[in-house]
């Protein structure tokens, strides 16, 4: 599963994929827009922002669920523990990537890494909760 372009709000297919541990999700994109940040012109530099990282990391567990969930689910994140430990220079193309590691019920927990090429930019876990969908059993809400 890979979606070579990252375009916040572009429409996801639910593929019938299996939500088994060892599945995992690379999602492109460029450091650009609202993922930048010169953290208050402190750094001389733009670059990737933390909380642009850690959106792009939950983008790609919450893609990975979707994909292997049936409808009338969702999920939500509840728990980041990241490391940024280098810069991605604004232009850069970096990737995030999830990989399932467990299923505990309705819990979801992901290894979650970004890469600029084979530089590691940040790394860490994320968890997200399995959901009913409101309104998806055609009762409204």
């Known amino acids: ?3 070579t372009g990252w375009k916040p ?7 019938g994929g299996e939500l088994t541990p060892g599945v995992e999700h ?6 650009e827009g609202w993922l930048v940040t010169d953290v208050g012109g402190t750094i001389g530099a733009r670059v ?5 990282m850690i959106g792009a990391m ?11 969930l049936p409808e009338g689910k969702a ?14 220079p604004e232009g850069a193309t970096c990737a995030a990537r999830a990989e399932l590691r467990e299923v505990d019920g309705r819990k979801l927990r992901f290894d979650v890494e970004v890469t600029e090429g084979e530089r590691t930019i940040g790394v860490g876990t994320h968890e997200r909760r399995v959901i ?4 998806a ?3 409204g809400g």
Not at 77 to 88: D, Q
């Open 1 to 3: 599963m890979t979606d």
């Open 75 to 88: 999920t939500v994140g509840f728990e980041v523990c990241i490391k940024h430990v280098a810069p991605a």
């Open 26 to 31: 690379r999602v492109e994109f460029e450091v």
């Open 58 to 68: 939950e983008r790609a567990g919450a893609e990975l669920a979707f994909m292997g």
């Open 137 to 139: 059993d055609g009762g």
């Open 9 to 15: 709000g572009a429409p996801l297919k639910r593929g």
């Open 48 to 52: 990737l922002s933390t909380p642009g």
């Open 132 to 135: 009913d969908v409101a309104g």
